[in-house]
């Protein structure tokens, strides 16, 4: 229903940093619940991060809690991903996503937007 591009992606060290951006083409932005998710190539996506509209809730995979700090500025239209201290395993291409639905927000099914995807390398 909306469009979402995402940024930010790229080849790090392992123990390097990324932060990933997400600019949904919408002006209800700030009405909706945004998550970020995963998927290596032959792997299911995956959740990685949620955030609730106002931005006072967020919501973690195990994997990425700790590491991880998902935000969101509603004045600017975007919604970011902080990833710290990244290990190989964190390779992936990383979705942004807005939820729509109302279940659980570790389900994609809930969401009914995506980007396109970024690109994450993390070299050992």
């Known amino acids: 229903q909306v469009q979402l591009v995402e940024s930010g992606g790229g080849l790090v060290q392992a123990g390097g940093s990324l932060r990933l951006s997400c600019a949904p083409s919408?002006?209800?932005?700030?009405?909706?619940?945004m998550g970020w998710f995963r998927q290596a190539p032959g792997k299911e996506r995956e959740f990685v991060a949620a955030i609730t509209s106002s931005g006072a809730g967020t919501y973690y995979a195990a994997s990425a809690k700790g590491r991880f700090t998902i935000s969101r500025d509603n004045a600017k239209n975007t919604v970011y991903l902080q990833m710290n201290s990244l290990k190989p395993e964190d390779t992936a291409v990383y979705y942004c996503a807005r939820k729509y639905y109302s279940g659980s927000h570790l389900s994609n099914g809930e969401y009914d937007s995506w980007g396109q995807g970024t690109q994450v390398t993390v070299s050992s």
């Open positions: 919408e002006r209800t932005f700030s009405t909706y619940d």
